[in-house]
């Protein structure tokens, strides 16, 4: 939603992507307005999986409330436990295709040719936020505003926490995700009835 922001070279979106690069943290009251926006969306109305959200306390408070108004039930969180150094390692190593768009990681995907993408031969570009430096200083903010949430979750009928070793490959993640849950598909936060 930020990145969708970004592109539309609005105001808000100029003001999003200058704090991205710096790895700042969008303020709240503009990720929930976006939330908001996009949950309103005709996709939305059978369930949705958000990625990177809520991260702080009010945020989390937010999305209650949005949930409830939805006629959601309380939320999962997955909360994806992998060291510092392995974090920072994954996004420096993170590049992708200008083009195309598709992704690669240095050390897990690298591309065939170093630094070009395999399906068209541009050159790959890395994103302003996908830097050592950027990587660190998001990592501290992390900590600081989202290590709280997690607390927040721990409140009866607030929703839940699922920590899973996210240490592992992509294919044992998504394992200990779906046993965690016990789920059989992507379903993880479906409506009540109405």
């Known amino acids: 939603m930020l990145r969708r922001e970004c592109e ?10 200058g704090l991205l690069a710096a790895g700042k943290l969008v303020p709240d009251e503009i990720v929930n307005r976006l939330l908001e926006a996009r949950l309103a969306e005709a996709d939305c109305r059978d369930g949705f999986l958000i990625d990177g959200y809520p991260r702080t306390v009010e945020q989390a408070s937010h999305l ?20 510092d150094e392995i974090l920072v390692g994954r996004l420096s190593a993170r590049w992708g295709c200008p083009v195309c768009g598709t992704i690669y990681n240095t050390i897990t995907k690298p591309p065939k040719r170093k630094f070009h993408c395999d399906h068209d031969g541009m050159k790959l570009c890395q994103r302003k936020d996908d830097t050592v430096a950027t990587a660190l200083c998001r990592l501290d903010a992390y900590k600081r505003v ?6 927040f979750y721990e409140i009866p009928g607030s929703g839940k926490v699922v920590h899973v070793d996210a240490n592992q490959s992509p294919d044992a993640v998504f394992d200990s995700i ?3 849950l016990e789920v059989e598909s992507f379903s993880f936060v479906r409506p009540r009835k109405r």
């Open 178 to 180: 779906r046993q965690s």
């Open 146 to 151: 989202t290590d709280p949430v997690l607390n």
């Open 8 to 17: 539309t070279h609005s105001d808000t979106g100029r003001y999003i992507d």
């Open 64 to 83: 209650s409330n949005i949930l409830e108004q939805l006629g959601f039930q309380a939320p999962t969180l997955i909360h994806m436990d992998v060291p």
